[in-house]
């Protein structure tokens, strides 16, 4: 399916027993594929949900569209706990699914009043809210082609700069390297207590203990590294094993 193709307007079934159209006579109609037991669904559902309340009053209707072998309870578990009020439509036969394309959930369908598709969305683990939200106000005419594109491909956030957490550990390497290891120690604790949730700098802490010969602390410092960061690889205390379980 690609943005301009007509599409069959037509009356589906409801989740709750009655009938609805597709597309009907909204100046912009988004429609939004999910199904049931997957986060990302879940996730841009509840997105939907904000911007059905952002959008109230405006020439806009959504509707969502799950395949007929979807189980029936579950689906109205997971749009309650999204909190939509759109409709839901059932495809029965997943004959609008095969019209549509629709092969990966959720994917958001966006149609003119002319029932042309307007744009296609994909998920997105990031920023999909917003691509939504701009692809809607691209087909009201709110904004322009300059202002869709800048909302679709945001400016990448710069790169964040090393904490004082960061800078203590370095410099505490460095004392530690030229055999300076109150020093390091001196700065390995400075380095936790300006940012206490940092697995560096406990791992640093770890090793800088270790290597003053002060074992007990070490590990200790070592087993809240590990708490805060499972992934951790931190360097092995040579001089002080950790105890047999």
């Known amino acids: 399916m690609q943005p301009g193709e007509p599409l069959r307007d037509r009356s589906m079934p409801t989740l709750d027993g009655g009938q609805a159209p597709l597309l009907g006579k909204a100046r912009v109609s988004v429609v939004v594929f999910f199904r049931t037991g997957q986060d990302h669904s879940l ?31 579950e689906v109205r578990a997971l ?7 759109m409709p839901i439509l059932v495809d029965r036969g997943d004959e609008l699914y095969g019209e549509w394309a629709v092969a990966l959930h959720p994917v958001v369908g966006i149609a003119g009043a002319d029932h042309r598709l307007a744009s296609y969305q994909h998920f997105l683990k990031i920023n999909m809210l917003d691509a939504v939200r701009a692809r809607i106000q691209h087909a009201l005419g709110t904004i322009g082609d300059r202002e869709l594109d800048r909302a679709l491909h945001p400016p990448a956030a710069p790169p964040r700069p090393p904490s004082v957490a960061h800078h203590r550990v370095a410099l505490g390497r460095a004392l530690l390297a030229r055999g300076r290891v109150d020093q390091a120690v001196d700065s390995a604790h400075k380095a936790v207590e300006a940012d206490p949730r940092s697995a560096e700098a406990q791992a640093f802490l770890a090793e800088a203990l270790a290597a003053a010969g002060r074992c007990p602390d070490a590990l200790a410092a070592l087993a809240r590294a590990r708490a805060l960061d499972p992934a951790l690889r931190p360097a092995p205390l040579a001089r002080c094993p950790a105890p047999e379980r």
């Open 43 to 73: 996730q841009v559902l509840r997105q939907m949900a904000a911007l059905e309340r952002e959008l109230a009053g405006q020439p806009v209707r959504f509707v969502g569209v799950v395949s007929e072998g979807e189980p029936r309870g």
């Open 79 to 85: 749009v309650t706990e999204a909190g939509v009020k």
